[in-house]
């Protein structure tokens, strides 16, 4: 029993002596906030960014590192959007996925009767015309995509006549 109590002490003890500081917004701030910006082109390396704040100047700054996906000494870079893929393009280069709004539904007065151009009305029949800051307009973010190779003014929309968000608000 004594060895078991003595064995305890000796843990608080330490743990004791050993406690840290609570997180507190000020520590927070000290640390940077690493951002992943994506893989170069030759799959070699990881970029990344790493932003400081500063309370007295209430402004931040941003460095961006590279770094080899097998380990290794990161490396300050200032030109960074070369080295990277082009995330919307497909691996074989043939498609590019873009977003693009949409209308479907007729929302504004000038939707509804075209002789009244000057009409800021809107007309709601159901719920979600607004979120946030922005008032429903009949018109929906969606995923098209479109060839690199042939005329890139065509687009094929992936959800059509979906009266769905794609990316979901507030993101989209």
Not at 91 to 118: A, E, F, P
Not at 140 to 160: A, G
Request: with cysteine; charged share 25%; aromatic share 10%.
């Amino acid at each position: 029993m004594r060895k078991i109590l003595f064995s305890f002490l000796i843990t608080i003890s330490v743990l004791g002596i050993t406690a840290q500081e609570v997180m507190t917004p000020e520590i927070l701030l000290q640390l940077g906030k690493v951002s992943g910006k994506g893989i170069t082109q030759d799959g070699k390396n990881v970029i990344y960014s790493v932003s400081k704040y500063s309370l007295e100047t209430n402004s931040s700054t941003k460095i961006v590192y590279q770094i080899p996906i097998n380990g290794g000494t990161p490396q300050k870079i200032t030109e960074y959007i070369s080295l990277l893929k082009d995330k919307k393009l497909s691996s074989d280069g043939k498609y590019k996925i873009i977003t693009k709004d949409v209308k479907l539904k007729n929302v504004t007065g000038q939707d509804h009767y075209s002789d009244v151009s000057d009409s800021n009305v809107k007309i709601i029949d159901a719920l979600n015309y607004r979120h946030w800051d922005t008032w429903e307009d009949g018109a929906y973010s969606h995923i098209m995509y479109q060839t690199t190779t042939d005329d890139m003014t065509i687009t094929m929309d992936i959800m059509p006549k979906e009266p769905y968000y794609c990316p979901q608000k507030p993101f989209g």
